[in-house]
């Protein structure tokens, strides 16, 4: 099937930082890109919806210059979490729809932040 | 609006026994279902699908799940359980539209003992 990456796989920053998650999908091209967090023992939440080319969509309640979402090509979305909090720490998944045809969508492995 | 609930947070099961993990959805339109399952600290993988075809879905590691409409359910089932079967499941409906935004449920904790 087709694959997603993500970088990293965890990070630890200090509060006040900046941080950069990447989502790759290695094997197609995604227009679509979806991201999510998981909290502790939680069901994922979606935090957007990341398009190539365009401004992202962002689900109610999540900060748009807190998550700042960039899909500058087919096959690469990020995530940055800008001035990053302890209540920021999260384990952070990312989603990529398979092209036409099929509808699925496939899961990175997951990056998980902790602020210190 | 769609929304899918997973009515057992955590099922304890003896290796080699049936397991079963439950799931209700709620759908304005014919709903795309999915279960998916997760690791620990690890990404999701999909298990199956349902999407308008057979009612009985087979999956990837002897899972399987039956759509009932009447009783808008989508019951995960699989004949015996092996010990790598513990992880997180999450029941998720699919929001029709152009981007195929996912709605998880609450997720249900498997645990397998020997």
């Known amino acids: 099937g087709a694959v997603v990456s993500q970088h990293p796989s965890w990070v630890i920053c200090k509060s006040g930082t900046s941080v950069k998650i990447e989502c790759r999908s290695l094997?197609?091209?995604?227009?679509?890109m979806f991201w999510y967090r998981q909290f502790p023992k939680q069901s994922l939440m979606l935090m957007a919806t990341?398009?190539?080319?365009?401004?992202?969509?962002?689900e109610q309640g999540v900060e748009k210059d807190k998550f700042l979402i960039n899909h500058a090509s087919l096959t690469l979305s990020t995530l940055t979490v800008t001035s990053a909090h302890p209540e920021d720490s999260s384990f952070y998944i990312c989603?990529?729809?398979?092209?036409?045809?099929?509808?699925?969508?496939?899961f990175g492995e997951g990056s998980r932040l902790t602020v210190l | 609006a769609q929304s899918v609930t997973q009515l057992d947070s955590h099922v304890s099961v003896s290796e080699g026994t049936p397991v079963l993990l439950r799931c209700n959805y709620s759908?304005?339109?014919?709903?795309?279902l999915f279960w998916y399952v997760q690791h620990p600290n690890k990404g999701l993988q999909l298990l199956l699908k349902?999407?308008?075809?057979?009612?009985l879905v087979k999956g990837i590691n002897g899972f399987e799940a039956e759509f009932k409409k009447s009783e808008t359910s989508f019951h995960l089932t699989k004949p015996s359980a092996h010990m790598s079967d513990a992880a997180e499941y999450f029941c998720?409906?699919?929001?029709?539209?152009?981007?195929?935004?996912?709605?998880f449920g609450a997720g249900t904790r498997l645990a397998v003992h020997p």
């Open positions: 989603s990529a729809r398979a092209p036409l045809g099929t509808g699925e969508l496939f």
């Open positions: 759908s304005s339109y014919s709903p795309s």
């Open positions: 094997d197609f091209q995604a227009t679509t």
């Open positions: 990341s398009n190539e080319g365009s401004k992202a969509t962002y």
């Open positions: 998720v409906v699919s929001v029709p539209g152009g981007y195929n935004k996912l709605i």
């Open positions: 349902y999407t308008s075809a057979a009612t």
